[in-house]
């Protein structure tokens, strides 16, 4: 009857009017896909490291490949940067396993980058000895010397097969959360430190996340211990709860389906056990499980379906406190929102943190490939973590405005996967095994030592800090295995062990 009534609608020359539904279905079968204006990259794989500087990590591969503004053994700096008789101590190679942790405060960060508490000059990166030397022990050779290529051989190989960027740095000269914000939404909300209060409330910003989801594209987080994407107060809303996964076996069963979504972030095991080991790169964990986890990743993504449409963005979320001799941009770096850091520094985000490994991986990405500085969009932007979503933007089309005017500064790289016009077919299906640095095992018993505010009793303080109260829903949660100390959830224990700074005071909570 429908057929009929439609048949004498057109006889009598009257248009029919169809429901609302169907219009809507026409309208986006007729719309071209979104992904068509990104060119072959349909899945982005998003990596961050924990707390090294590029020539600690990928200073020595200049070796390898010239071209690469890594370091030849002639990079220095003084003992006493206002005493030119106190010596130099020269950068070297043969890292090994370092405890403990480098000072990598926001206060300790600029006394690295000018040599002074003075943040008005020029970034001389000559203060990394003094201020090492100030927390006693070893620490100076811990921070004064790199990995040597075979050390890190699975970084060897994925420099030598696909790109690496020797100008890209942290987003602000501070520590492990403020910069892991500005990753996924261009800004750190006014966050100078780690502070246990706000990382419990979560921070309010957009995320890419929002609007790759508002785009009808889909991510997903592939996590080990707790997500610190949660940190983002949006992404513990339950419409977002089934697009996180367990680390084991979910990643890999989704690489090997073809299923994994448009932007995957995969998440280290951040707590180091003897039965369990960190892979995340941390200081004092072992880089070797590191590498582990890299090769892992690597791998599994090159046996996948989907491998010629994937891009790997490997970094690290700021240095640790280790020497680099690249200066840090400290002018036309553009506040990300106008909020200004907490008392006593009053931060204004107007200059960048200390340069972290990068390294770029697809097989649309030429062979030995260094990238230096972007092009563009203004003569002052550079390569830093907000240049992740703003490539996002550009490969997916998103049509949402950039999160902030951080990430509408910083460079993309989208431009290095449009040389070639077919995939690479001789990407290597496997990864060198890493060298172990670590001889020993995870130090349980270990206490980190106090924040820089307290450096003169620095050496001989150590402090107990109050754990943090993030909240996680049940089904995100990985299965606990208790701590060998106390018997508690690992979760509480292990990450209360970690803690060292609060928003500038000792006791805070501290990840990173």
């Not at 057929?3 to 809507?24: I, N, Q």
């Not at 008005?120 to 811990?142: C, E, H, I, K, W």
């Not at 966050?191 to 929002?210: K, R, V």
């Not at 697809?362 to 973590?385: A, F």
């Amino acid at each position: 009857m429908a057929a009929v009534r439609l048949r004498r609608m057109c006889s009598a020359g009257r248009r029919p009017r169809l429901p609302a539904a169907v219009l809507l279905v026409l309208v986006l079968l007729a719309a071209p896909p979104c992904l068509q204006a990104g060119g072959p990259i349909k899945t982005v794989v998003v990596v961050v490291m924990e707390n090294r500087s590029f020539d600690h990590m990928l200073g020595w591969m200049k070796r390898l490949n010239p071209e690469i503004d890594g370091v030849t053994g002639g990079e220095w700096n003084p003992v006493n940067t206002t005493d030119p008789a106190a010596g130099r101590v020269y950068f070297g190679e043969g890292a090994q396993y370092v405890d403990p942790d480098p000072g990598h405060s926001f206060q300790e960060i600029r006394q690295q980058i000018f040599g002074s508490d003075d943040a008005s000059g020029p970034a001389r990166m000559d203060g990394f000895v003094q201020q090492a030397r100030s927390l006693g022990g070893n620490m100076t050779d811990a921070v004064m010397h790199g990995f040597a290529p075979d050390s890190v051989a699975v970084y060897r190989e994925l420099v030598a097969q696909f790109a690496v960027c020797d100008r890209w740095f942290a987003s602000v000269p501070s520590s492990t959360q403020p910069n892991r914000l500005f990753v996924h939404s261009g800004t750190s909300g006014g966050a100078t430190s780690n502070n246990p209060q706000l990382l419990a409330e979560g921070y309010p910003q957009q995320t890419i996340f929002d609007n790759i989801h508002d785009a009808g594209l889909s991510f997903g987080v592939y996590f080990q211990d707790v997500p610190a994407v949660l940190f983002y107060r949006n992404l513990r809303k339950l419409k977002y709860l089934l697009d996180f996964h367990p680390f084991h076996p979910t990643f890999r069963d989704h690489a090997r389906r073809g299923s994994l979504p448009n932007y995957a972030v995969i998440e280290q095991h951040y707590l180091d056990s003897k039965l369990d080991p960190a892979n995340d790169d941390h200081p004092s964990h072992d880089v070797y499980q590191g590498q582990m986890f890299v090769k892992d990743i690597y791998e599994t993504l090159r046996a996948s379906p989907q491998w010629n449409q994937t891009l790997m963005v490997l970094t690290y979320d700021e240095h640790g406190g280790f020497f680099d001799h690249v200066p840090t941009p400290v002018h036309g770096v553009p506040s990300p929102d106008g909020i200004v850091g907490p008392p006593p520094y009053n931060f204004t985000f107007d200059r960048l943190g200390v340069r972290v490994p990068a390294i770029l991986i697809s097989p649309w990405i030429e062979k030995g490939t260094v990238i230096h500085g972007p092009n563009g969009p203004t003569p002052t932007s550079q390569y830093e973590h907000s240049s992740i979503p703003a490539t996002v933007k550009k490969l997916f089309d998103l049509p949402q405005d950039f999160l902030t005017k951080r990430d509408a500064w910083a460079g993309t790289f989208e431009s290095i996967l449009q040389t070639r016009t077919e995939p690479r077919t001789d990407c290597p299906e496997q990864l060198p095994m890493p060298t172990r640095i670590r001889q020993t095992e995870a130090n349980e018993e270990a206490k980190l030592r106090a924040p820089a505010a307290h450096a003169a009793t620095a050496a001989t303080r150590t402090v107990e800090p109050t754990p943090l109260p993030l909240p996680v829903p049940p089904l995100l949660r990985a299965p606990p295995s208790p701590c060998r100390r106390c018997r508690c959830p690992r979760l509480h224990c292990c990450a209360r062990r970690r803690g060292r700074e609060g928003e500038g005071g000792a006791g805070g909570w501290r990840w990173g």
